[in-house]
């Protein structure tokens, strides 16, 4: 779509050039910024000659570009990119997933970046529902030149809402070790066979034998979920019946939203039990 309100076009290439001026708006892939009219935008700022590293890995664990696409997260998790996935981050074998719970095509995907999708901050975001399952944190740049952190789930604060202010910078999403080396599974669901997901449910248990499980999608926003060890069915269907934010959409009522994150939540506990 024309965005017939803009009037500047910058290419930034230092953290100064990200200084944005009334009106401006910073651009990572576009795919949802020319989906549909912007009035109040009148320039752009275009991210990707900040010439960030898509995927940068060490101790800590995995950063992800903001400007990172789709694309290449899925090559990198699949051996097809540049940089080998360590051999013991068995988590990985689940972005391929994650990606397909967003309801786009593979051209998209080679256009749509992490960082994009994570501060559009919708409800079924697939990499709002990644990041949060692996205790994702969102690096954040300040106009002031400095630095803010805190997790992709509490990033959110509503259905395309975030905590984010005027002028700060999504840099990267920060996977830690511990995470990507968890036994991971994720569920979703639909009401269409290729509808935007209704529910997505990650759980994951940790090397020391701790549980994590989210909710996203069925929830305004992220539900994340801990235990100090694998729960029981009940245990953990009631923990997911209790999450916070159920909503009704035409794509999902709430009460239904709840009753198939109850279902899925069961089928990654069976499956992390070795039961399924």
Known sequence: MDLNTVTS???ARTREDLALRRGEKVLGGGTWLFSEPQPAVTGLVDLSTMAWPDLEISDAGLRIGATCTIAALVAFAE?????????????????PVAANALLASFKIWNTATVGGNVCQSF????MVSLASGMDGQA???TPDGGERRLSVASLMTGNGRN?????????????PAHAL????????IALAELGRSGAVVTGRVDAGGSAVFSVTAATLTPVVMRFDELPDAATLAAAVSDAPGYYSDPLGAADWRRGVSIVLA????AELAGTA
């Open 123 to 126: 409800c079924a975001g697939s």
């Open 9 to 11: 076009y910058r290419f």
């Open 139 to 141: 690096v954040i740049w």
């Open 79 to 95: 051996g097809r990119g540049p940089v080998a996935v360590p051999a013991d981050w068995a988590a990985a074998s689940v972005f």
């Open 266 to 269: 069961e089928q990654i506990r």
């Open 181 to 188: 080396r968890s036994r991971l599974a994720m569920r979703k």
């Open 163 to 175: 905590s984010l202010a005027f002028g700060e910078v999504l840099r990267a999403v920060d996977l």
